[in-house]
């Protein structure tokens, strides 16, 4: 099985970074406190309603009160690392997290969000007006992961990460759905301050592995950063919940993306059944989730039910074998569906025909 990278892996004695780490001031150095290692990501793109939101990308309609029972559940578990976004629902994401966890402990859980270039203009322009205003929403004074969203424009986003860093706003940084080229990139405007590149998160699954084909997977292992995959799931198309027979809430984004390619799933999806049964009972979502640990990622998975929680807890103590690994790689790629955000850019080379996601 291959390790799996911690976030704090970027700060360890191995790692490539550490001599730039030691380099930067004690401000810098404070900022970059390593993190607890997780398991899984708690996802939260489909939590609020609204533009980007639950209800027109998920098909769902979950409030905080919905919610609460979910982050209870999460804290009680130890699942505490929560990923969000200021696009989510716009803004509605980070305040129902901020108002869910706002009895917590601030060190009793990390909080994970996003700089997100294409609505800066909401913001003065600026990034760190973003990041106060998640904050704001958060109820925190500092985020434990600070992200740049999307590909837009490295060599003037990627500076403005330093001073958050060095301010304390923020304790560790990465990049979303980059490229390997700007990966290293973003690495050497960064060193330039001080500050190692802690993580990288991309869409990744047994339906779109573009990050291990371009190398970004191996890169981040080679250099000690940890890799977070979103969409494991294929927003449900890989839980087993879903088929011909019972697709995806119409009307909603991911209705319009995967519910025409269901059929092309049936038999992955029956073979992951299969296995998960194999291993206790386990379901088609935690055979996906395993899979994808056992790449050495930690993968983002979203969450909006209590029985989410549990079976993420169940997911944790599964390993597949090399023989499970190599049936269902080989049933996905025979499936030919690749499902690609309509926000992602090719990773390396322009894509070949990859529906584009809406919503």
């Known amino acids: 099985m291959a390790r799996t990278p911690g976030i704090c892996d970027a700060n360890s004695a191995a790692s490539p970074h550490r001599d730039r780490h030691a380099a930067s001031d004690e401000g810098t150095m404070e900022a970059m406190n390593p993190l607890p290692s997780p398991s899984v990501v708690l996802g939260t793109w489909s939590w609020g309603s609204g533009d980007v939101g639950g209800d027109t990308v998920f098909g769902n309609h979950l409030d905080t009160a919905d919610l609460k029972p979910v982050v209870d559940a999460a804290m009680a578990a130890g699942l505490t690392l929560f990923d969000t976004a200021p696009v989510y629902a716009m803004g509605a994401s980070e305040t129902i997290l901020g108002e869910l966890l706002a009895d917590y402990d601030r060190e009793s859980y990390q909080l994970s969000t996003k700089f997100t270039p294409g609505i800066v203009d ?15 929403r958060l109820r925190t004074d500092h985020v434990d992961v600070y992200w740049i969203h999307n590909q837009d424009d490295v060599e003037h986003w990627t500076p403005q990460l330093i001073p958050l860093v060095q301010s304390g706003k923020v304790r560790q940084v990465g990049v979303s759905n980059h490229s390997l080229a700007q990966i290293g990139r973003v690495v050497e405007i960064l060193a330039e301050g001080g500050v190692p590149l802690s993580a990288v998160q991309n869409h990744y699954s047994l339906l779109f592995r573009d990050s291990e084909t371009t190398g ?37 984004g991911r209705a319009e993306s995967y519910n025409p390619v269901l059929p092309q799933l049936t038999e992955l999806t029956a073979a992951m059944a299969r296995i998960g049964e194999a291993h206790g009972g386990l379901s088609v979502a935690e055979v996906a989730t395993a899979w994808a640990r056992g790449k ?34 080989q049933l996905a790629a025979a499936t030919g569906v690749e499902v690609r955000g309509g926000w992602e850019k090719p990773l390396q080379q322009p894509g070949t025909g990859n529906r584009a996601l809406t919503g």
């Open 122 to 136: 909401q913001y003065g322009d600026s990034m760190e007006q973003m990041l106060d205003a998640s904050l704001s």
């Open 216 to 252: 970004v997977l191996d890169y981040c292992h080679e250099h000690g950063i940890s890799f977070w995959p979103y969409m494991v799931l294929e927003q449900g198309a890989l839980t087993g919940a879903y088929g011909v027979g019972n697709p995806l809430p119409e009307g909603s």
């Open 296 to 329: 050495g990622t930690v993968p983002i998975i979203g969450v909006t039910k209590t029985r989410h929680i549990d079976s993420q807890v169940r997911a944790a103590g599964l390993s597949l074998t090399e023989a499970e690994n190599d049936e269902i790689e």
